[in-house]
């Protein structure tokens, strides 16, 4: 140490020991610079992981779903072509016992009043291979699928019926009756 004239001492060292704490400052900033960036880097790849963990999870939950919910619709795909085919065979029997409007199932022996009342049609017997015998309005007579037999029950009434088809068990006709059109052939 050495004195100066006023009497206080002073170090000839200080200089390099300032620079030594200033060397220390900048070497713990870096340190804590750096520990800090390696601990956001840390945190960021934690909430990384976590939010794609998280993912993934949703993604099987959603997978499950889906097997979940195509099994449902596959479910009530075939509940639903059950459901159509149940229909179809109740529309069919409906339709065989209400046929389409003037249309009628006469079984062999069986007499229906037909056309709103006006007319009465029997089947005669059972259907053959060939044809029917049929009795319509008080008249027997033998007809085949397609025939059209005319019949007037009174002067103002003409009817028709028509042989649609048969088979052994029954005959399908169809009978209609409309107002007898005025003769303007009078001379």
Do not use: H, W
């Not at 794609?52 to 509940?79: G, M």
């Not at 409906?94 to 003037?102: G, H």
């Not at 709103?116 to 044809?131: D, E, S």
């Not at 085949?144 to 006709?173: E, H, N, Y």
Request: aromatic share 6%; glycine share 6%.
């Amino acid at each position: 140490m050495t004195t100066t004239e006023s009497g206080r001492s002073t170090r000839k060292n200080s200089g390099p020991s300032r620079r030594l704490k200033a060397r220390a400052k900048r070497f713990l900033t870096i340190i804590f610079v750096l520990a800090g960036a390696i601990a956001g880097f840390a945190y960021r790849g934690y909430v990384d992981y976590s939010d794609i963990s998280d993912s993934d999870r949703r993604v099987l939950e959603f997978r499950t779903q889906e097997r979940n919910l195509k099994a449902q619709v596959a479910e009530l795909a075939a509940k639903l072509d059950a459901a159509q085919t149940k229909l179809k065979s109740v529309q069919a029997t409906l339709d065989s016992l209400m046929p389409a409007e003037n249309t009628y199932n006469i079984k062999p022996n069986e007499s229906m009043v037909v056309a709103g009342g006006r007319l009465t049609v029997a089947l005669v017997g059972p259907p053959t291979n060939q044809n029917i015998r049929i009795n319509v309005g008080g008249t027997e007579r033998l007809a085949v699928a397609g025939d059209i037999i005319d019949v007037a029950p009174d002067p103002s009434t003409k009817c028709r019926v028509v042989v649609q088809s048969f088979d052994m068990f029954k005959a399908i006709l169809n009978a209609s009756c409309a107002p007898a059109k005025p003769n303007t052939n009078s001379g």
